[in-house]
């Protein structure tokens, strides 16, 4: 992977314009997160850096967008009775490799798989799902409890990522969607 401080400007710029300012200052702080971890973990901080700041690129695109899309290239039709908190992560790895002309399968899984975890995660899945949840902008009930958590065990902070996360969407009476599931019964049920 080529990637130095100008072609991480240029993604920036690309990023930057297709969101608000408060995303790209969410996306900004998942970096940072990400990046951290990658050290920590030994995972290649180029690709997390990307993967990091490309997660949340098609967040802020239309409902009809990403339907058009789920009808246009044959996904499962029940993606449609889904939102966009499902779409932009499994649809928006598809707008970043068109759109971006990103190719790397690792960092579109990691895109794929930032809000529904999976019961098999490579390490930058793992990183980019965390760095999400514990970026230095949220404020969000246990999350000074995630941060040192991802600090010692980075499982162990996907578990409870998952776990605090599940409980939050049944608490709203949230639809869930079956790869939360199954990310938690790998990550958190005890067997």
């Known amino acids: 992977m080529n990637y130095s401080e100008e072609t991480r400007a240029t993604l920036l710029e690309k990023i930057q314009a297709a969101m608000s300012e408060k995303r790209f200052q969410h996306v900004l702080g998942v970096e940072k997160a990400a990046l951290f971890l990658a050290e920590t973990y030994g995972a290649s901080k180029e690709k997390a850096s990307v993967a990091a700041l490309t997660h949340d690129y ?98 162990e902070a996907v578990a409870y990522e998952t776990k605090h996360t599940l409980a939050h969407l049944i608490d709203i009476e949230a639809p869930v969607y079956p790869k939360t599931i199954e990310t938690y019964n790998r990550w958190v049920a005890k067997k």
Do not use: C
């Open 58 to 155: 098609a967040k802020e695109r239309s409902d009809e967008e990403f339907k058009q899309i789920i009808r246009d290239y044959g996904h499962d039709s029940d993606l449609l009775h889904w939102n966009n908190a499902i779409w932009h992560g499994l649809l928006g790895a598809e707008l970043v490799k068109q759109e971006l002309g990103i190719t790397d399968e690792s960092i579109l899984q990691a895109i794929r798989l930032h809000t529904t975890g999976a019961a098999q995660m490579t390490l930058l899945d793992k990183i980019i799902y965390v760095a999400d949840y514990i970026e230095p902008g949220r404020d969000i009930p246990g999350v000074e409890k995630a941060r040192a958590i991802a600090r010692e065990d980075l499982d």
